[in-house]
Structures are given as C-alpha cells and as structure tokens.
C-alpha cells in the first residue's frame, strides 16, 4: 500500500514542477461552474414561466366559475407551486417546513378560513415526495430506509386500505340517510346499532381520512435523502431554530395585543362564550382563541389555527431548540439557540396551555439527562440569567400575579377534569358505539374531513383510532408506531458523537412522547404530525452522517494507519436500523 506521507511528498514536487497549472486548472473550474451557474438561472427562468403560464390557463375558468378572483390567484400560485416543487424538490421541502408554523395565518387572515387553505402546505410536499422517489427508482436507491419498521408498516396499511374499501366505500353505496326515519335500533343483544345509510361522500372523507393518517410517513423517506451531510442538518436545525423565534415573536405580540386592548378578544361575552374559543376573536395571528380576563380563561392560539395546535408547536420547538443549542458548534447559534428555547417558555406560560405551560420544562429536564448535557450545562448559565431577566421583566413585573395564575389554572383544570378519567370516557364513547369490526370508517373522526361528510369530535388519538379502524386497526397501529420507536432507538444508542447524540436523543424522546402518550390528537395536527415523521427519518440518517465525519477525519490525517482503517471503514456497510 502506497505510504500517504510519501504521495502528499510526490503531489507537492510536481505542484513545484509546474507552478502555473494551478491557475489554469482554477480558471477551467471557474468556467465550468460559471457556466453551470447560468444553466441552472436559465432553467428556473424557464420553468417559472411555464409554471406562471400554465397557472393563469387554469385560473381563468376557475375564477369565471367562481365569479370570485382570489381563487384564481389561489390557482396560479398553487400551480406554479406544484410544477416548481417537482422540479425543485429539495428547497421545497425546506420551503414546506418553513411555511408549516405560518399556515394558519395564512389560512385564516389571507383566505378567510378557506378550506382549501388548509391543505395548501401539501402543493410543497407531495411533488416533492414523487420526484425523489423518482430519483431514487433512477439511482436504485433503497425507499425504505429501514428495514425494521417495514412489517409493522405493512401491517398498518393492509389494515387502513383494507377499512377503506370494507368500510367507506361499502358506505357509498348506501341509501342516504335523509330517506331513512329512525337511524338507530336495538340488535338482538341490547345493543344500539345504527342502520346503514350514506351520509355525505364517505369516499372522498375516507380518501382525506387516508391522507391524514398515513400521508405524511414518506417524510421519513424524504428528510433521510434531504439531510445529506452534517452541514445539511446543521442547516436545518438553524432554520427551524430561526422559525420558532419568529412564531414565537409572533406569538407575545398576540398575547400584549389582547393585554394592553388593541384586540378585544372574547372580554365581554356572556355566558359559554367567554370559554369558547372563536374565530370572532382572532388578533394579529393564527385563528381562534380565548381571552377573557375577567374570568381567567386564556387560550392563545399563536400562529396556528387553534390554541391546541399552538401548545404542541411550543413542545415541539422546545425539544427542536434544546437540539440544536446544545449540539451547535457556533457560539452565536447557540446563543440563538437558547433564546429560542427562553421565547418558547415565555409563551407555555401565556398561552394558556396546560400541555405546554406542564410539558415543556419537563421536557427539557428529562432531556437534559436523557442526552447527558447535564455536565455541559455551565457554560449556558450566563445566557439563561439574562434571558431569566428579561423573562421576568417581561411577564412577571407586568404582573406579579400572572404566573401563579396560570399555574393556579392548570391545577383546576387538572382537578375538574383528570386527564386519564378524560381518555377513558373518550375510548368508552367508541366502544360504546358499535358499527363493525373494523370501525365506522376512515375520516370519520377527522376534524378536516368535515367538508365530505358529518364527523364526530374526539380529542384523543388512540379513541379516534378505535373509532375509525376499530380494535383491529388501534393494534395494527401500535405494531407499526412500536417497531419505529424501537428501530429509531436501535439507531440513537449506536452513535457516539456527543452532539449527534444529543440531536438523536432530543427527537427519539419526542417520538415516545408522541407515539404512547394517549391525550389528544397531535399525529392528526400539525405541526406535530409532521415533526414526528421528520424527527424519525433524521434520526435514520445520523449513523451516514457519523460515518462521513469519521471518513473526513482520517482522510485529512498523515497517519498510515489512518489510512487503513479508512480503506476498512470505507468497505464496511454501516446498518442503519
């Protein structure tokens, strides 16, 4: 084998012998990428134009039939959207996480609450998702980046697809129910059972109900091909990091809008309304909230469409921002870092959210420990004194009394109803309600398939699950969801790099938070039912990335040895799950 020190000896006598043909090889690499540069601008032009093009095609009659010009506008920019994410798959998936946080405004302020806002994130991410698979097929990458999780995964979808075609389509062949008199009827067990009618396009709210449950498992498969070194998820940690500051920015101005009168908010209203949160008293960002000083109920909704989508944005950044300040090499983003971290427990304490305002400093506890950063914790306590300050001037010394209000609040809310005794009543509710083995169908306890067919509101996940796929597809579920937290754990106690670790720890722990903790419905939501999937297939990627540094390091070293373990780490297939 060649000695290394003896080829860098033999490339520096020829460096020597030629002195001028670094500059001629500098001069052909800088036209090569000049004129690679221009291609590339002369290709975005190109296909703008044709996406802007196409867009007014289609915005024309859709606006005539309409006879309203916003949806036309709605149109173009959804067209151009589509065919610019396709060809541009890789900055419209970091387009798509950057937008998430902002859909609800968007959504609410700028169309009005227009349903189809709703999905407007999904022009991002779907074309996206359709040309990476199609690189992959061409490069005969794998698609599956585990191969732990692909039983449990088939389980999952044999039995979704399967409720589908048993359930929602059995369901549209029905007689529609406005030509039936009396819906529900005693079997021959007692039991009430409802007679079989057709509500609505339980097809089209079962294609949306899909969507919903099993949409967004492919962003594993996304984020492990987009995520391709440590400068890639360095770049994303720091955007997602810039984000949360922003929201949560966002987020104090609602809360000192309300506060100070700008926004009215629900003061004044009468009766339930001041405990109902509506879309009437919307202020500044996000949807609808509570505001009602006079009896103590606040609920801020944030950015988002709802206070509850806000409360699990916070928890989500908290694990987000711990990751990237305690594993940033950069000293001013990690000082960036922590001031994100600080906003998020600002706004757990003035949303209102008991999940937040609770979940939150737990969380950062038990990562603290989880991920050993407990001995690296010195060298952030001057950030967190000054950030401690501002917190207090902030909130406490505006009043005294406000912290120990909401904390007086979460423990009556707590008292009067008890989170267990809450998800047991919720699963009794679906048991109680009997339409076949595999459930009453898919989407039809899914908020946003509303605008298909009537739905029933339940706020916990493992009763929706029940609900929709019965026993059969809640267990099916918990085989998938058990092999993904086991294989993305198998990944994370592998890696030795203390700041990939910690990255690997932070977003693992978020997974069994998500995964078994049953109250509410965060895998249906966003932001969560995008983090989740996000978090896991970062996680898959890590062992690459870990591998790419140890290759990097022994490259650049003179050690002969070093070069030999290289040849060995560069032969050896390293087991991602």
């Known amino acids: 084998m060649t000695n290394l020190r003896w080829r860098k000896k033999q490339t520096k006598e020829v460096k020597k012998s030629t002195p001028n043909a670094d500059r001629v090889v500098d001069k052909k690499e800088l036209a090569i990428k000049k004129r690679e540069t221009q291609e590339k601008i002369q290709k975005l032009i190109t296909v703008a134009s044709v996406s802007i093009f196409l867009g007014v095609i289609f915005a024309v009659p859709v606006g005539y039939l309409t006879d309203n010009f916003k949806y036309g506008i709605m149109t173009v920019v959804a ?24 859909n609800g405004t968007v959504v609410y302020w700028l169309g009005d609450g227009n349903t189809i806002l709703q999905i407007s994130k999904d022009v991002l991410y779907f074309p996206a998702l359709i040309r990476l698979v199609v690189d992959c097929k061409k490069q005969k990458q794998p ?7 692909i039983p449990g995964l088939a389980i999952f979808l044999t039995f979704a697809l399967l409720t589908f075609v048993v359930v929602n389509v059995q369901q549209q062949f029905y007689i529609s129910c406005d030509l039936v008199s009396e819906r529900w009827v005693i079997g021959p067990d007692g039991r009430n059972y409802l007679y079989p009618c057709r509500e609505g396009s339980p097809v089209l709210g079962g294609l949306l109900g899909l969507k919903v449950l099993i949409g967004y498992i492919p962003l594993i498969f996304c984020t492990y091909y987009l995520i391709k070194d440590i400068n890639c998820l360095r770049f994303m940690l720091r955007l997602m990091v810039t984000v949360a500051i922003i929201a949560c920015v966002l987020g104090i101005i609602q809360f000192w809008f309300l506060r100070t009168g700008i926004c009215q908010g629900t003061r004044g209203a009468s009766g339930d309304d001041l405990y109902k949160a509506t879309l009437a008293a919307k ?80 969380i950062i506890t038990v990562l603290i420990v989880l991920t050993g950063q407990i001995t690296n914790f010195k060298r952030f306590i001057p950030i967190a004194i000054v950030v401690g300050i501002l917190l207090a001037v902030g909130v406490l010394l505006v009043n005294p009394d406000f912290a120990q209000q909401r904390l007086q609040s979460a423990i009556n809310r ?115 039912g995008i983090y989740y999937w996000t978090f896991a297939g970062v996680i898959f990627r890590i062992p690459v990335i870990e591998k790419q540094q140890k290759e990097q390091a022994l490259a650049q070293s003179d050690n002969p040895r070093d070069e030999k373990k290289l040849l060995k780490l560069k032969r050896k297939n390293i087991s991602l799950a």
């Open 79 to 102: 067209v151009t959207a589509l065919i610019l994410s396709y060809f541009y798959p890789r900055t419209s998936l970091w387009t798509f996480l950057v937008y998430l946080p902002f």
């Open 143 to 149: 698609i599956l980046v585990s191969k732990v999780i």
């Open 283 to 362: 202020c500044f960002v996000g949807g609808s909230l509570i505001y009602s000083p006079e009896v103590g109920m606040i609920r801020l909704p944030g950015t988002f469409v709802s206070p509850w989508h806000w409360g699990w944005f916070l928890v989500s950044n908290a694990i987000i921002c711990f990751a990237a300040s305690f594993s940033e090499v950069s000293k001013w983003w990690r000082s960036l870092g922590i001031l994100a971290l600080s906003l998020v427990f600002i706004n757990a304490v003035i949303c209102g959210q008991r999940l937040a305002f609770i979940a939150v400093p737990l």
């Open 414 to 528: 707590w008292n009067n109803s008890p989170p267990l005794l809450f998800i047991q009543q919720q699963i009794e509710y679906s048991t109680d309600r009997y339409y076949s083995f595999l459930g009453w169908g898919l989407g039809k306890a899914t908020s946003s398939a509303r605008v298909f067919w009537p739905v029933i509101f339940l706020e916990t996940f493992f009763a929706k699950l029940i609900y929709e796929m019965g026993y059969v597809g809640f267990v099916a579920f918990l085989i998938f969801i058990t092999s993904l937290v086991y294989a993305t754990f198998m990944v994370f106690i592998k890696i030795r790099d203390p700041n990939l670790r910690t990255i690997g720890g932070s977003f693992w722990l978020f997974m069994v938070i998500v995964a078994y903790v049953p109250y509410w419905y965060p895998l249906d939501t966003d932001p969560v």
